[in-house]
């Protein structure tokens, strides 16, 4: 072309003739077709990216080869990829590809030390703004700290990407050009589906990475225990734990000291890895000196990935001739005594994942080198073995029994003096778990050392005991096996635990009937059939009349009885096929398959009639306990769940509005009233972004002191007339409008600030905030919580988590993580609404909860109940047993505080000890 560009094209030519059959000219066509065939060019060169992306070993390696395949396919001369680092804090380079040009070698080298924070210079503004930045001249722009190393290396535009892994940006890929070059969409978009590819390739790397680390765990775990039941001499004990650190956990070299308590100085006992000699400089070290010494001083873990530059590593030239980069070191402890250091040097950075290995062996080598130290700790070890409950047996290959412990023995019932020299492991376990064990567990135990699974072996009576089991081969020098150790424990409680959890995980714990999520899923696999198959039905809406009054007026145990009749009546109602569920309060859900308008309408009313006529299970409710019924159907009137829950709401609240005890079907014109709910779902949004949500505070005293020690945070929102509205006028809404998320970031955010606030003011800093059920599922939360705790640098103790036993159970797995997050930062939580729960009592001791709250129901006339004060004194007596703290609520006179100081409640709270106040009145 006149512009020196080439292009592409297809040409097509025709021949036309005279009436005598000659040519006399040629017609022809010629067409563009540039842009196909580079299109073409990019998803070929994108599908090869894709393959060697996935090729990948780790992370780093698919940054590699992303850099360079780009680099490659685009032109560009420069490519760096930056990640987080383990805090989140900042972005740190981790890989660069450039060609050999020295001007880019020393922008390398120079760029290597810089990190960036959320929006500062290219991978901080790419890292913030979550999209692609492409800067025409990086060497003009003001937010870009590396102009000048940039000029001088001749780079000129420059774009980055960030790289996703679900919603987490897990690095940032930049690119240099030498030449000003403008936003090129085509290249923007090529390299977008590259990052994308990679993205996904990351999320699964992530994936088989967790994997690998459990799996490297429990090698380690298990080379670490083999080497600690050995009887040699320390120093052979502590070399076999070096060489399985060095083993599992790709590092150079590894080291472990013992303590001289005499002469405060740690002396080296075993070496593996790059250096096996144990004399030297580092074979005595002075606690306090070096790394080593200072971790035994401050008796704390450390690790760094920048051991080059670190004043700690006194012979630098060392470490860069060697090529080390990373340092990790831990100290041995038993209780609060320090026993030696084990330490290690890598030519790779490492991670918090080194660390945590360190932390799952450090107590057990602890015990080892202290074992030898003193004959009672050898005892105890000793003793170990035939005490424990868990099942420790030493095989030959073929399974021939070398030992058995005492436990062992009982299991399988073996007497202990019995003969086990002609016995065979395998005619203990059922034929399956042998086949598995045969087949993958000794095979794999050879192959890497050690296997983890479960199992099973038959009990004395012939019962299969299901067993989480370890082998450890044993070899000899020249390879060959000499026998096998397992360790197996009994996870029948386990197991059960197991069960009932995913049970209860679908199950409403008071009716036992189907939840809110398990009815979610269910009514989607109806609807999927409905999308495939034609299949029509119905949705059922109930909600009892009148309920509050029954809570209200006799209590929530003659409400629970209600709602546990009516849940069998409804039973024994429905076909076999048909759904039902308890969706919360007293609101009840039906899915009829099959079923028409006049089939529905129909099961309704006699739904209604039972429940109108049935025979009270309480001589006291009032006669005629009655419910309204809203009827929606698929997919006439919707084809997703929430559409059809939310009409058959409409409809139910239809019936109710027409005098209750009512079935009603929906129609388009209730839509209205929708209205009314969007109102609240904007109401609730202008209070978010007005900050126009309070917290109230009410005093919690601590009984036997008689002395206000805290409050419970209470949220209120002001409406538009400047009025306090209760949360109970507006939670459902946000949860139904999916906005209970920013409403529990907002409390959480505003109780940490209110605790700086009122420490510095010399009040009670003590809080207790409420968190929704939702809130396990909030990924944005728990990193709120951690920034907003090092801003404030409150204590975390002084912040207690209130949840209901209810959320709890219902979504226990997510609340488990959740928990065990924040209480790893120091923060408590409290069990809210204790005793009204389905199982209070016997899931107590799985709730990792510091303080139960015990029921306003149970308090409230606790002077004048003989029931309510028993049950109080068991929950009290409950809660010392598992070292749990009780709160009171509703305490409302002298008298109830009497009784609640005399059953040894810990703290109370309600109108006779304070009302709810804005913390200006304090």
Same mark, same amino acid.
């Given at each position: ?28 066509t ?15 060169l994108?599908?090869?990216? +894709?393959?060697?992306? &996935? ?5 780093h ?31 740190? !380079? ?35 703004m ?8 990086v060497t ?19 774009v ?47 994936? =088989? ?28 004990i ?8 060095v083993?599992?956990?790709n ?14 100085v ?12 144990i ?9 306090? $000196?070096y ?7 401050? !008796? ?13 590593v ?22 609060d ?6 330490? #290690? ?12 290995a ?12 202290? !074992?030898?130290?003193s ?10 073995? =035939?005490?424990? +409950? ?19 023995r ?29 087949n ?26 299901p ?31 197991? *069960?009932?959890?995913?049970? #209860?995980a ?9 939840n ?5 899923e ?6 999927a ?39 069998d ?16 309060g ?20 006699q ?10 299970? =309480? ?9 309204? &019924? ?19 709401d ?29 109102v609240? =779902? ?8 007005r ?8 005093p ?7 002395l ?8 209120? $929102? ?21 906005l209970?998320?920013?409403?529990d ?40 919580? !951690? ?16 949840? *209901?036993e209810?959320?709890l ?18 923060f408590?939580?409290?069990?809210d ?12 001791k ?11 129901s ?7 109940? +003989? ?56």
């Open positions: 072309m006149k512009d020196t560009t080439i292009r592409i094209v297809h040409e097509k030519a025709m021949v036309v003739s005279d009436n005598k059959g000659r040519a006399v000219q040629m017609v022809g010629v067409q563009d077709i540039t842009e196909r065939k580079r299109a073409e060019e990019e998803v070929v994108l599908k090869t990216l +894709t393959l060697s992306i &996935i090729e990948s070993k780790d992370l390696d698919a940054l590699v080869v992303t850099l360079e395949k780009v680099c490659s396919a685009t032109g560009w001369i420069y490519g760096e990829a930056w990640i987080p680092d383990p805090e989140g804090k900042c972005l740190v !380079r981790d890989h660069a590809f450039y060609s050999k040009a020295e001007s880019l070698k020393k922008f390398s080298e120079l760029s290597g030390a810089f990190t960036f924070t959320h929006g500062a210079g290219l991978p901080g503004h790419a890292w913030s979550k999209k692609p930045v492409w800067v025409p001249d003009v722009d003001p937010n870009y700290p590396r102009a000048e190393i940039a000029r001088e290396a001749g780079l000129r535009a420059g980055a990407f960030p790289v996703f892994s679900d919603d987490e940006i897990v690095a940032v890929l930049v690119f240099y050009m030498f030449k000003v070059l403008e936003r090129d969409e085509r290249l923007v978009s090529f390299v977008s589906s590259v990052v994308v590819q990679l993205g996904e390739v990351i999320k699964r790397k992530i994936a =088989e990475k967790a994997v690998m680390e459990r799996s490297r765990l429990a090698a380690l775990d298990a080379a670490v225990g083999f080497a600690l039941i050995q009887k040699s001499t320390l120093r052979e502590l070399q076999l734990c070096a060489d399985a650190l083993r599992n956990l590092v150079a070299f590894a080291r472990i000291w013992t303590l001289n308590k005499e002469e405060h740690l002396e080296l006992q075993s070496s593996a890895g790059l250096y096996t000699h004399d030297g400089p580092h074979s005595r070290v002075p606690v306090g $000196m790394k080593i010494g200072l971790i035994a001083e401050e !008796r704390k873990p450390h690790l760094t990935n920048k051991v080059i530059g670190d004043t700690r006194h012979d630098q030239e060392w470490a860069r001739k060697t090529g080390m980069v990373a340092f990790a070191g831990y100290p041995l402890m038993i209780e005594r320090l026993v030696g250091v084990m330490a #290690m040097f890598a030519r790779q950075p490492l991670t918090e994942f080194t660390l945590k360190l932390a799952s062996v450090s107590d057990v080598i602890a015990l080892g080198i202290e !074992r030898k130290h004959e009672e700790t050898r005892a105890r070890l000793s003793e170990i073995t =035939e005490t424990t +409950t868990d099942l420790v047996v030493t095989i030959t290959i073929d399974g021939r029994i070398l030992y058995m412990n005492k436990a062992g009982k299991i399988i019932g073996i007497g202990e003096n019995e003969d086990i020299s002609n016995l065979s492991i395998f005619d203990y376990h059922p034929q399956w778990a042998s086949d598995f064990i045969l993958e567990g000794i095979p794999d135990a050879i192959r890497e050392g050690a296997w983890i699974g479960e199992t099973a072996f038959f009990s004395r009576d012939g019962r299969e005991i067993f989480s089991q370890v082998i450890i081969v044993h070899k000899n020098p020249d390879g060959t096996v000499r026998n096998l150790s397992t360790i197996g424990r009994d996870i029948s409680e386990r197991k059960r635990f197991e *069960t009932q959890i995913m049970y #209860m679908n199950r409403d714990p008071l009716t036992n009937l189907l809110r999520r398990r009815f979610h269910d009514m989607e696999g109806w609807l059939q409905t999308r495939r198959f034609g299949i029509k039905g119905a949705v059922l809406f109930l909600d009892l009349d009148n309920f509050k009054y029954i809570n209200d007026s006799l209590g929530h145990q003659a409400g629970d009885k209600l709602l546990i009749a009516i849940a009546l409804l039973r024994e109602r429905l076909r076999e096929t048909d759904i039902l569920a308890r969706l919360g007293d609101e009840f859900a039906i899915i009829l398959p099959h079923a028409d308008v006049n089939l529905a309408e129909s099961v309704a009313n739904i209604r009639e039972l429940v109108q006529y049935h025979t009270s299970v =309480e001589k006291n409710y009032p006669p005629g306990i009655t419910v309204s &019924i809203g009827i929606a159907m698929f997919p006439g009137h919707g084809d997703t769940v929430e559409t059809l829950l939310s009409y058959a409409l409809a139910m609240y239809r019936a109710k509005e027409e005098g209750r005890n009512r079935v009603c079907i929906y129609t388009p014109e209730q839509k209205t009233q929708i209205e009314s709910r969007l609240w =779902e904007k109401n609730i949004h202008e209070a978010l972004n900050d126009n949500f309070v917290l109230f505070l009410q919690i005293m601590d009984i036997r002191q008689n206000i020690i805290g409050h419970e945070a209470l949220l209120r $929102m002001i409406n538009e007339k400047g009025e306090m509205v209760a949360p109970s006028s507006f939670l459902d809404i946000a949860e139904r409008f999916g209970i998320h920013d409403i970031r907002w409390v959480v955010s505003r109780a940490i600030h209110l605790i700086q606030e009122l420490k510095q003011d010399s009040k009670p800093a003590y809080l207790e905030v409420n968190l929704s059920g939702r809130s396990f599922a909030d990924k944005k939360l728990l990193p709120l919580i !951690r920034n907003e705790l090092t801003e404030t640098g409150i204590d975390p103790a002084s912040l207690v988590f209130e949840i *209901t209810t959320a159970i219902e979504n226990m797995a997510a609340a488990q993580l959740f928990i065990a997050e924040l209480k790893s930062l120091g408590r939580f409290a069990l609404d204790f005793g009204i729960g389905f199982s209070s009592f016997n899931y107590l799985l709730l990792p909860v510091d303080y139960l709250k015990i029921d306003g149970f308090v409230r006339n606790l002077p004048h109940d +003989t029931v309510d004060q028993h049950l109080v004194k068991a929950m009290v007596e409950v809660s010392r047993g598992l070292g749990k703290k009780t709160i009171a609520e509703f305490v409302e006179n002298e008298e109830t505080l009497r009784l609640l100081l005399e059953y040894g409640v810990d703290y109370a709270q309600g109108y006779h000890i304070g009302k709810p106040r804005h913390v200006s009145e304090l």
